[in-house]
């Protein structure tokens, strides 16, 4: 059987189109080495090596620690936690990005709903991830999806979060009480919540101090570096890889350290699963020894083989074919075609049609153009060529236009993660399947249902406040 999934169907169908004749290897080399100021490879070593220091970070029991402080803070009203609950996913959303919080918030509901005994856990887990996906909009290393935009139109770090702030903000603060009147019931949102969590019990969930200060400085120190430098033309993935790969020293060192005088022969053993045997005659020899070496390693080295299993690199390849097949279209002419119409759109409506026309259409897409990624790739490309005909050119749209489009689109593709598919965002097949493993089932029609008015209230408030930023700075 051949499996169909993101990394399956976008090969299938560059491969398909390779061999029609389609794509030549121009159109090839331009998706993966990108055009036009989008770099993909660039790109992917700067989300990848910020994914390390978030993962790391995670891995030290610090997102765990502070989320039990936040709900023993919170004490025992049930309205009050909820609310503070929310506020800290959405702060650790904007610093960590929203797959770290879903990764590990996830499971911190499951068991903290469980142990509380609210059932079902719905409105805690839906507010968690409207949080998370709205979070990750501020700061252009929050998501994959903010980096391509970023790189296609040149916006500084500074520059790109100065205009999805107050958006971002005025949507956070309009869905709270919408949140807490769509889950009133008290069986959902509980009057009073007794949960007896000791401080001992709460640092115990802190299994690495050290490596957290160090991965929390590390991740503060990367991100003032980006916004120090995002107006003087560094790269940024020179500023990311640096970082993640002190980060990756001292993770390995912290387990050679932690592990001296505890090797023993039993070191083969891993939790991988079975290991073949010549009985089975399933595996060669030279599979079953580089096996047996991957075991050793993640026995000897526990930290970087738990960060490496939780890294999305996956997405690598699925972006590049993505990449590539944007890149297709936009050779054979589509691209154009799309952006012609985007423009007559454009200039019947001036700037309020395209803030609400590109926040509707990067929301839709997102559910159905292989996640928010390759909405993101595509739309960024339409508006790169309907606001820079030419590569050197002047901009032919106004400056209003111009930007409440692009900046709708950061809010869209970031908002659409919650809106009608898990399939929109990577991050909502993420948090289904965690959510499956703890044994919590969240429908296909649960999930919009709920999340339908959760991201249209966010979509419409930060919009509105959009559309009010461009004609402020651009009087």
């Known amino acids: 059987h051949i499996r169909l999934d993101l990394l399956t169907v976008p090969l299938a169908s560059v491969l398909l189109l390779l061999a029609a004749g389609a794509f030549d290897a121009r159109t090839l080399r331009d998706g993966v080495l990108g055009t036009r100021g989008i770099a993909p490879l660039n790109i992917m070593a700067l989300f990848l090596s910020l994914a390390y220091l978030s993962i790391s970070l995670d891995a030290t029991g610090l997102f765990r620690f502070l989320a039990f402080w936040v709900a023993r803070r919170g004490g025992a009203d049930g309205r009050r936690l909820f609310a503070y609950l929310y506020l800290f996913f959405l702060l650790s959303g904007v610093v960590v990005g929203n797959d770290p919080v879903i990764l590990s918030g996830t499971a911190f509901l499951a068991y903290f709903t469980r142990v509380a005994g609210i059932t079902p856990p719905t409105a805690w887990i839906f507010a968690q991830f409207a949080a998370a996906n709205m979070a990750s909009v501020v700061l252009v290393s929050s998501n994959p999806t903010n980096l391509v935009l970023a790189g296609a139109f040149r916006l500084s770090f500074l520059a790109y979060a100065a205009h999805v702030a107050l958006p971002f903000l005025a949507a956070a603060l309009a869905v709270l009480p919408l949140l807490l009147h769509m889950f009133r019931a008290p069986a959902l949102v509980p009057p009073r919540i007794d949960v007896a969590l000791a401080p001992a019990e709460v640092r115990a969930t802190l299994v690495d101090a050290r490596g957290a200060a160090c991965g929390g400085a590390l991740l503060l120190a990367t991100l003032g570096v980006l916004v120090g430098t995002s107006t003087v033309g560094v790269p940024v993935w020179e500023v990311t890889v640096p970082p993640a790969l002190l980060m990756l020293v001292r993770d390995a060192w912290h387990d050679w350290s932690a592990g001296r005088g505890k090797r023993k022969a039993d070191s083969n053993r891993t939790a991988i699963g079975h290991l073949p045997t010549d009985a089975e005659g399933a595996r060669t020899d030279a599979l079953t020894a580089a096996l047996r070496l991957r075991a050793r390693l993640a026995h000897a080295f526990p930290t970087v083989a738990h960060v490496a299993a939780r890294l999305p690199v996956a997405l690598v390849p699925f972006a590049l074919l993505m990449f590539v097949l944007v890149q297709g279209l936009a050779a054979q002419g589509w691209v154009a075609l799309f952006a012609r119409a985007w423009a007559a759109w454009a200039a019947r409506t001036g700037p309020l049609g395209a803030v609400g026309g590109m926040a509707l259409l990067s929301c839709v897409l997102c559910n159905f153009c292989g996640t928010n990624i ?102």
Request: aromatic residues 8%; proline residues 5%; without cysteine.
């Open 374 to 475: 390759g909405a993101t790739i595509l739309l960024a490309r339409v508006l790169q060529l309907w606001a820079f005909p030419a590569d050197a050119g002047p901009p032919a749209a106004d400056p209003r236009t111009r930007d409440g489009a692009v900046y709708a689109l950061a809010l869209g593709s970031n908002f659409g993660a919650f809106t009608l598919t898990f399939s929109a965002s990577l991050a909502g097949l993420l948090w289904r399947a965690i959510l499956g493993q703890k044994g919590i089932r969240v429908r296909a029609r649960q999930f919009l249902a709920l999340n339908a008015p959760i991201s249209l209230v966010a979509m419409l408030v930060a919009s509105a406040v959009l559309v009010g930023e461009v004609y402020v700075e651009h009087r």
